[in-house]
């Protein structure tokens, strides 16, 4: 896992080394020649598409502006209008209720893989995990679709499974139950099935963490009389806690705006189950009449909260060193 | 019970070994019952794939198809689930994917290069950005890029998807790539350099080859997002003859929402190339996306 990382860190006290040390070089075109594509690159595709969201925000686009006619501004108009609209309050706490959810599971099971994964033997360990990767391999429509058969309503396995279970234990009437058929249980699907696919990602981040602790420090542990709950607390987690930052952070970014799985799903028709990416991407193509600027005004509300999200996680990955 | 002693497992070896065994026993079935939980819905579509329709809707459910037909593949590689042909789809997305790997590769090898070889002004607020761009939602970007592309007639083509797809994968390709860049020693080049080499020389004949493995993991990582991309293939692409595999599949879905046995079987032909790629280069990819935090 390590062998890709740089291993030789400079030493902070180098700053002086500007005169002292090796002598000074002027400033050369070769890294800025190298890099200017990639800029040219994300510069057109990500920085300017964005500030257009923050412009589009305050105008309507619609249908007449597709046509060329000139976008027409309106103040604060789409703002007031999702903020004073119940759905949205609705869509955002679908949004929130998930991400939490599904990043807590996520987590729990994904570390609780790993730690059994750094348990088993050489060979059952990678025979274990390859079977997990498979999961996060999955393709995110496909496996969309394959839930959307696993709980479907004929031939699904999972209701006729709970079918056969004893009606005390789990209730009745489970052969035609629509999963699909509230947000609670739409979003029950989808958690199952974002969790499957994430958590083998941090399964094999944690197994990585884990190689890197020293083993004597749970010999040790032992020898003390600590248990494994007492050692995952106070050696584990400890020593992987920047580990496990980086993936909560990445994990409540993703889950935040998952969208291909909702979509294929429940599709755009299903409204009470949207979230705030499904809610923007209707508003601006899910009629014959497009409101791109309302869409754009709930895309900033979405984009906003992950990039709060985001400057925590630079602010980790600077201190961690990761952009020496 | 009474609390082992620090010398107790020595005194006890007969039950210390017992233990021990148990123990092993206990990790080794919760390892087979991960490894179940994780590979079942992949395995289950498979084996949807493969039964007919009466046990696809049998009222009691067979894990595996006791009379396996390949109808369904017939069907969806026949063209029997739309318009056009499936292998049209299918080039569709790997012409799209290979074309995104060979230029988000270039760019992010130019990149790279230029991150772990060179201290620059400006490198820490360029890498800084690059994280920044990994987590911008394209749920979000989808809207004004619809509207740059129609502005310049690239909606409904593939290179107008090409474009978008860089994008989006050379800011990762890049973060992964540096560190097989600084994991190549730099003497070598300054050898080459002493014994006359141009800087470009060099750069295809050392740290080329050299790079080349980190060059491979990164490139499938990008087919891989580009091959499984669903929501601008989805918004951009209007005819029926430029979908790719994920919006096929959708459509298909969407239109015969019960006919399961070739759904999964087209889900199945989508599905295997990935995987296969993905087992490739799972290890390298971890440790492109977490390496400052494992290295510690």
Same mark, same amino acid.
């Given at each position: 896992m390590l062998d890709t990382a740089p291993v030789v860190r400079k030493n902070p006290?180098?700053? !002086?080394?500007? !005169?002292?040390?090796r002598p000074r070089r002027r400033p050369r075109l070769g890294p800025y020649l190298l890099i200017a594509p990639t800029l040219v690159v994300i510069a057109l595709l990500m920085f300017w598409p964005m500030i257009q969201i923050g412009i589009m925000s305050f105008q309507k686009v619609g249908n007449r502006q597709l046509r060329g006619e000139p976008a027409e501004q309106v103040g604060t108009e789409n703002y007031d209008k999702i903020f004073s609209d119940p759905f949205f309050w609705q869509t955002l706490k679908h949004t929130v209720l998930f991400a939490v959810v599904a990043v807590s599971l996520t987590l729990v099971v994904g570390t609780l893989i790993g730690l059994l994964l750094h348990q088993l033997g050489k060979r059952m360990s990678s025979f274990v995990a390859g079977g997990v990767m498979v999961a996060w391999a999955t393709p995110p429509v496909t496996a969309a679709i394959i839930f959307s058969w696993l709980f479907?309503?004929?031939?699904g396995l999972v209701n006729w499974t709970l079918d056969l279970l004893p009606d005390w234990l789990?209730? %009745?009437?489970?052969? +035609?139950?629509?999963? &699909?058929?509230t947000p609670l249980s739409t979003y029950t699907v989808l958690t199952i099935c974002v969790v499957w696919q994430a958590c083998p990602f941090i399964a094999v981040s944690v197994l990585a963490g884990l190689k890197s602790v020293p083993g004597e420090l749970y010999e040790a542990a032992r020898v003390d009389g600590s248990g494994p709950w007492r050692s995952f607390w106070s050696i584990t987690f400890p020593i992987l806690k920047p580990i496990f930052m980086v993936l909560l952070v990445m994990s409540i970014i993703w889950d935040f705006k998952v969208f291909t799985q909702l979509f294929v799903m429940?599709?755009?028709?299903?409204? +009470?189950? &949207?979230n705030l990416s499904l809610y923007a991407y209707s508003e601006a193509f %899910?009629?014959?009449?497009?409101?791109l600027g309302m869409g754009s005004a709930i895309a900033m509300v979405l984009t906003v909260i992950l990039l709060i999200v985001t400057a925590l996680y630079v602010r980790v990955m600077v201190r961690q060193g990761e952009t020496k | 019970m009474s609390r082992p002693s620090r010398l107790g497992i020595a005194s006890r070896p007969g039950r210390a070994r017992r233990t021990r065994v148990l123990r092993k026993g206990a990790l080794n079935t919760a390892g087979i019952v991960v490894f179940l939980l994780a590979v079942f819905p992949v395995f289950w579509m498979a084996s949807t794939a493969f039964k007919p329709n009466t046990e696809i809707f049998s009222s009691t459910p067979k894990?595996? =198809?006791?009379? =396996?037909?390949?109808d369904h593949f017939d069907l969806v590689l026949n063209g *029997?689930?739309?318009?056009?042909?499936f292998w049209v789809y299918f080039r569709n997305s790997a012409v799209l994917a290979l074309v995104t790997v060979v230029i988000s590769g270039l760019l992010a090898l130019l990149a790279a290069t230029a991150v772990a070889r060179f201290r620059f002004r400006f490198r820490t607020t360029f890498l800084i950005m690059l994280l920044v761009v990994q987590m911008v939602p394209c749920e979000a970007l989808v809207i004004s890029l619809f509207l740059n592309l129609k502005q310049f007639g690239l909606l409904n083509s593939l290179p107008g998807l090409v474009i978008v797809y860089v994008g989006f994968a050379v800011p990762f390709a890049i973060w992964m790539l540096r560190g097989f860049v600084a994991a190549v020693p730099r003497e070598l080049e300054e050898a080459a350099a002493i014994d006359g080499a141009s800087p470009i020389r060099t750069f295809f004949t050392v740290l080329l080859p050299l790079v080349a493995p980190g060059l491979v993991a990164t490139s499938i990582f990008s087919f891989i997002t580009a091959w499984n991309e669903f929501i601008f293939a989805f918004t951009f692409l209007d005819d029926q003859d430029k979908y790719t595999l994920p919006i096929m599949l959708q459509f298909f879905f969407g239109r015969? *929402?019960?006919?399961w046995g070739p759904i999964m079987a087209a889900s199945t032909l989508l599905t295997i190339p990935v995987i296969i790629f993905f087992l490739l280069v799972q290890r390298r990819m971890v440790s492109g996306l977490t390496a400052g935090a494992v290295k510690g």
């Open positions: 006290g180098r700053k !002086t080394s500007g !005169t002292a040390g479907g309503t004929t031939g789990v209730g %009745g009437g489970w052969n +035609d139950y629509n999963w &699909f058929g429940a599709g755009m028709a299903n409204r +009470d189950s &949207f %899910g009629s014959l009449n497009p409101k | 894990p595996l =198809p006791s009379r =396996p037909t390949l *029997g689930i739309a318009e056009t042909s015969s *929402g019960n006919a």
